[in-house]
Every structure is written in structure tokens, then in C-alpha cells.
């Protein structure tokens, strides 16, 4: 039976991130970063929205990581952007945890 975008998708068990860590994961077609802030897991894009950074090999610091290109700040909690050179804010989506796996639903 095929899923339709609306569904949540596994990407991970809960232990492959650990607090403090982020990891890129493709849900669909998309690139999709999953961090763990104190031990709650968060999803936004991981294509940096200036030049296409990955932001998964960045740096996580709190709530924020940083694009490795040009330093672009996003808070992970609601895709914001922190500090430029980067404008357009990452798409951010739905999280859940269920029996120990990550659960990622693309809502865009």
C-alpha cells in the first residue's frame, strides 16, 4: 500500500541520536535534518536556504545550527533564521516518538 505525504515515516531509532547530536535523513524526496535538544527531536530542512549548505555537517549548539558554508544560524525548534548571511527561514516538520523509532512527517 503506498504512503501518501501526510503519513509519519520511520527515519530512526531514538538511540542513533543522541541529545546534543542532529542527523540528515530523506523523507520522500527531501533532505530532512533531526536534531535532539534536550532529549526532544526536531525537524527542519537540512539544505542551508542561502546556497544550499548541508546542514547536517554544521554545528548543533543549543537550539542552533550552523551551515558549514557561510555560517547561516537556524534554530531547529521552529526553522527560524538566527543570524545570516542566509533570509529564508527552513521548512519544518512534524516529530514523533513512538516504541523508541523517530517519526518524520513532511507537512509542505
Do not use: W
Not at 526532544?40 to 555537517?57: E, F, Q, R, S
Amino acid at each position: 500500500m503506498a504512503k501518501s505525504v501526510a503519513d509519519f515515516v520511520r527515519v530512526a531509532s531514538a538511540s542513533e541520536i543522541p541529545e546534543g547530536k542532529m542527523r540528515k535523513v530523506i523523507v520522500g524526496s527531501q533532505q530532512v535534518l533531526v536534531a535532539n535538544v534536550k532529549g526532544k527531536y526536531y525537524a527542519i530542512g537540512n539544505v542551508c536556504t542561502h546556497l544550499g549548505g548541508p546542514l547536517d555537517k554544521g554545528i548543533l549548539e543549543g537550539h542552533e545550527v550552523e551551515c558549514p558554508l557561510h555560517r547561516s544560524h537556524f534554530d531547529v525548534t521552529n526553522g527560524a533564521v538566527k543570524r545570516g548571511p542566509a533570509t529564508r527561514p527552513e521548512p519544518v516538520y512534524d516529530v514523533k516518538v513512538e516504541s523508541g523509532s523517530i517519526l518524520v512527517r513532511l507537512t509542505q
